[in-house]
């Protein structure tokens, strides 16, 4: 299959927009959690051919180091994958704030919580962005590991796809030095449907 598959630049505004308002739901759930104040990026949005993607994730994450990844399935017209990742000195400043003492942290807490973390922001922004495209969405339970390099993710999820569109974002907590980052992948369909809305909503006004 060889979809010619774009967004205009009026595209690319309307989907900003609205992911801008459903991060806002994110935003304030994570921060309701953590009892502390944390942003999300303006979200940058890109749809890439399959064979560009590692470099992208190589490239924009700096996966050379010790990250936790947790990747979850979205079900449903709007198709696709959240991945949330982490850098290991975060992970451990989330734990922290999460309630834990040094003694306490080890890898299956850590991970416990970015699971969480992860569930959080799929149905925030994903569940609020199938709503503004009157879509309907349900998640499979994440699942997450650990990598040295970008390598190390096996090439199950990424098989899915022939273009991908990622729309990413950086959870920052800024007296807490968490710095993590949210790409959504979508599959090809998807990603025609999102136009599709994105157009309705153009036209109504």
């Known amino acids: ?40 990026t303006i979200p940058r949005i890109k749809i890439l051919n399959l064979s560009e993607l590692k470099n992208y994730l190589k490239d924009e994450l700096d996966l050379e ?13 709007l198709n696709g994958e959240n991945m949330f990742v ?4 975060s992970a451990t400043n989330v734990a922290l704030k999460f309630g834990l003492d040094d003694d306490e942290i080890n890898d299956l807490e850590i991970s416990d919580i970015i699971l969480e973390i992860t569930n959080i922001l799929s149905s925030s922004t994903i569940g609020k962005l199938a709503e503004d495209i009157q879509s309907n969405v349900s998640f499979s339970p994440p699942s997450i590991k650990l990598i040295n390099s970008v390598d190390d993710l096996n090439n199950d999820f990424i098989n899915n796809y022939e273009k991908v569109i990622i729309i990413s974002t950086r959870l920052i ?9 949210l790409l959504i992948l979508t599959t090809d369909n998807s990603i025609l449907l999102i136009k599709e809305k994105l157009n309705n ?5």
């Not at 180091?65 to 017209?77: A, D, R, T």
């Not at 982490?86 to 000195?89: A, G, K, N, P, S």
Request: glycine letters at 4%; hydrophobic letters at 45%.
């Open 201 to 205: 909503i153009i036209d109504s006004f």
């Open 86 to 89: 982490i850098d290991r000195e």
């Open 65 to 77: 180091s010790e990250h936790f990844v947790s990747l979850q399935e979205i079900n449903g017209s």
């Open 173 to 181: 907590f800024e007296d807490l030095n968490i710095d993590g980052e």
């Open 1 to 40: 299959m060889n979809l010619e598959i774009s967004l205009t630049e009026d595209e690319i505004d309307c989907l900003q927009e609205l992911m801008n308002i459903a991060y806002g739901s994110a935003t304030a759930a994570i921060a309701d959690i953590f009892d502390a104040f944390a942003t999300l």
